[in-house]
T-cell receptor
Framework: NAGVTQTPKFQVLKTGQSMTLQCAQDMNHNSMYWYRQDPGMGLRLIYYSASEGTTDKGEVPNGYNVSRLNKREFSLRLESAAPSQTSVYFC?????????????FGNGTRLTVT | GDSVTQMEGPVTLSEEAFLTINCTYTATGYPSLFWYVQYPGEGLQLLLKATKADDKGSNKGFEATYRKETTSFHLEKGSVQVSDSAVYFCALSDFNNDMRFGAGTRLTVKP
């Protein structure tokens, strides 16, 4: 009963380095999301994928890219990390695109960029 | 665009006290409304939801009523416990497949 699994849990990068955050869900959900959480700002949507093969920008997409590898997996890539990308990143999934469906979250990746 | 505003924290209460966390929203359509809870080191978990005006969501002693006339979805609990200490997020979901979150309210309950 894993739900949404994110790796790694913690990461420290130097400015300019790249990395990929991994996310997988085992609930057969169609939609997947990447959010970042910053103090006092709640969660802000970076990218989402309504279904396999599609991705769309959210509120704060600059500096990020995503790949919906298959129905289960949705990765987030930082090509050239900046200190402003220090944050906690959450992946989430949702059964459908209807407004009534809640999100199911992973436990997050805490990223520090020095 | 759509947005959610919730009361700033932190909120500190004694065990068995009454809890209210205010949440108001702005939306162009007919959103569904949610409360999520986040315990330390974990992701957000759904606490309750309401999908139309006058609906009341409830779970684990928490309640919130969808008030269209005041665009509000305040979270209440009659008697809080130490185990309720967490960060609470109000959120709305509208037609564009997004979910918008408030800034979060940290609740600490002291024995």
């Amino acid at each position: 009963n894993a739900g949404v699994t994110q790796t790694p849990k913690f990461q420290v990068l130097k400015t300019g380095q790249s990395m990929t955050l991994q996310c997988a869900q085992d609930m057969n959900h169609n939609s997947m999301y990447w959010y970042r959480q910053d103090p006092g700002m709640g969660l802000r949507l970076i990218y989402y994928s309504a279904s396999e093969g599609t991705t769309d920008k959210g509120e704060v997409p600059n500096g990020y890219n995503v790949s919906r590898l298959n129905k289960r997996e949705f990765s987030l890539r930082l090509e050239s990390a900046a200190p402003s990308q220090t944050s906690v990143y959450f992946c989430a999934s949702r059964a459908g695109t209807g407004v009534n469906s809640p999100l199911h979250f992973g436990n997050g990746t805490r990223l520090t960029v020095t | 665009g759509d947005s959610v505003t919730q009361m700033e924290g932190p909120v500190t209460l004694s065990e068995e006290a009454f809890l209210t966390i205010n949440c108001t929203y702005t939306a162009t359509g007919y959103p569904s409304l949610f409360w999520y809870v986040q315990y330390p080191g974990e992701g957000l978990q759904l606490l309750l939801k309401a999908t139309k005006a006058d609906d009341k969501g409830s779970n684990k002693g928490f309640e919130a009523t969808y008030r269209k006339e005041t665009t509000s979805f305040h979270l209440e609990k009659g008697s809080v416990q130490v185990s309720d200490s967490a960060v609470y997020f109000c959120a709305l979901s509208d037609f564009n497949n997004d979910m918008r979150f408030g800034a979060g309210t940290r609740l600490t309950v002291k024995p």
